[in-house]
């Protein structure tokens, strides 16, 4: 395909065109100020591209980080990490990690915060600091998957619901009586959320496989050995090269991201050289 083959002509009131750069998802916006204030029909038409690839992204935004809050705030309320510390804009987390400041687990294949009952809707991911080699973030269509299991497969699939925890932070909580005091109030907090396997998606419809490695801990209608065997299995199928898209970050970009269709993982290729981003994400509603 031509690049010019590639670029689709603004549709309808679309006051942007878009690029599609990837065969299941991923797609840049061009010609859009995200500087500028969002009328509805702008909105209307960013979101519904979003939907459309799953993952967009505009280069060279070079937005201020009240300015990052203000236009996700366009998608919807926003989350305050409960693992992440709060600062001027709470609803900000701050990845900025080197060597003093190893990644913890943003380097596994997850869809975001599926140890909520209202996980992650969208992710919104903007740069300041690059590495001058590595550090890309890779996207997973997990809807591809879905259609791509045998029907056999989707069929039992189907109806499955698992198990999720924050299992990965749980690292940050030291064996003292306080830390384990702290641990139990964000238990009960979070308590673990039961989701279905097979997803469909609010807006548009779609069913995707929704278990990732990061969050999922078991299948509940499955015994034990039985469940471990199934995640395992349906684990891998992230690692498919013709189901991800790979995005190679420069300085002031930011990308934004469906999770209900969705997973990621940021190579931590780069260490011990500084890599920062700042992220804001949007309130989901429960699976179904």
Same mark, same amino acid.
Not at 246 to 259: E, K, T
């Given at each position: 395909?031509?690049?010019?083959?590639?670029?689709?002509?603004?549709a309808g009131s679309r006051p942007f065109t878009v690029k599609r750069v990837g065969s299941h998802l991923g797609a840049e916006v061009i010609g859009l100020d995200l500087k500028k204030p969002l009328d509805a029909a702008t909105f209307n038409a960013l /979101?519904?591209?979003?939907?459309?690839?799953?993952?967009?992204?505009?280069?060279?935004?070079?937005?201020?980080?009240?300015?990052?809050?203000?236009?996700?705030?366009?998608?919807?309320?926003?989350?305050?990490?409960?693992?992440?510390?709060?600062?001027?804009?709470?609803?900000?987390?701050?990845?900025?990690?080197?060597?003093?400041?190893?990644?913890?687990?943003?380097?596994?294949?997850?869809?975001?915060?599926?140890?909520?009952?209202?996980?992650?809707?969208?992710?919104?991911?903007?740069?300041?600091?690059?590495?001058?080699?590595?550090?890309?973030?890779?996207?997973?269509?997990?809807?591809?998957?879905?259609?791509?299991?045998?029907?056999?497969?989707?069929?039992?699939?189907?109806?499955?619901?698992?198990?999720?925890?924050?299992?990965?932070?749980?690292?940050?909580?030291?064996?003292?009586?306080?830390?384990?005091?702290?641990?139990?109030?964000?238990?009960?907090?979070?308590?673990?959320?039961?989701?279905?396997?097979?997803?469909?998606?609010?807006?548009?419809?779609?069913?995707?496989?929704?278990?990732?490695?990061?969050?999922?801990?078991?299948?509940?209608?499955?015994?034990?050995?039985?469940?471990?065997?199934?995640?395992?299995?349906?684990?891998?199928?992230?690692?498919?090269?013709?189901?991800?898209?790979?995005?190679?970050?420069?300085?002031?970009?930011?990308?934004?991201?469906?999770?209900?269709?969705?997973?990621?993982?940021?190579?931590?290729?780069?260490?011990?050289?500084?890599?920062?981003? /700042?992220?804001?994400?949007?309130?989901?509603?429960?699976p179904f």
């Amino acid at each position: 395909m031509s690049t010019q083959a590639a670029i689709s002509p603004a549709a309808g009131s679309r006051p942007f065109t878009v690029k599609r750069v990837g065969s299941h998802l991923g797609a840049e916006v061009i010609g859009l100020d995200l500087k500028k204030p969002l009328d509805a029909a702008t909105f209307n038409a960013l /979101e519904a591209t979003l939907v459309e690839h799953k993952v967009i992204f505009v280069r060279g935004a070079n937005l201020t980080t009240k300015e990052h809050v203000d236009l996700s705030r366009n998608f919807g309320d926003l989350e305050v990490h409960p693992f992440r510390p709060e600062g001027e804009f709470p609803e900000i987390m701050v990845l900025d990690n080197h060597k003093d400041n190893p990644v913890l687990s943003t380097d596994v294949w997850h869809s975001d915060t599926t140890f909520r009952i209202k996980p992650t809707k969208y992710t919104i991911l903007r740069s300041q600091i690059i590495p001058d080699v590595g550090g890309d973030t890779l996207w997973c269509d997990m809807e591809t998957v879905y259609e791509c299991l045998s029907a056999p497969m989707r069929k039992f699939l189907d109806g499955l619901t698992a198990v999720h925890d924050f299992q990965n932070f749980r690292k940050l909580f030291k064996k003292t009586p306080e830390d384990q005091e702290r641990l139990r109030k964000m238990e009960e907090l979070y308590p673990n959320p039961i989701h279905p396997v097979i997803r469909t998606h609010p807006i548009s419809g779609r069913k995707c496989l929704y278990v990732n490695p990061q969050f999922t801990i078991r299948i509940v209608e499955l015994d034990e050995d039985e469940s471990r065997v199934l995640l395992d299995y349906l684990f891998q199928q992230v690692h498919v090269p013709e189901y991800q898209f790979r995005f190679h970050w420069g300085v002031g970009d930011i990308i934004f991201w469906d999770n209900s269709s969705t997973q990621h993982y940021a190579a931590n290729d780069y260490y011990p050289n500084r890599r920062r981003m /700042e992220r804001t994400a949007v309130i989901g509603d429960k699976p179904f």
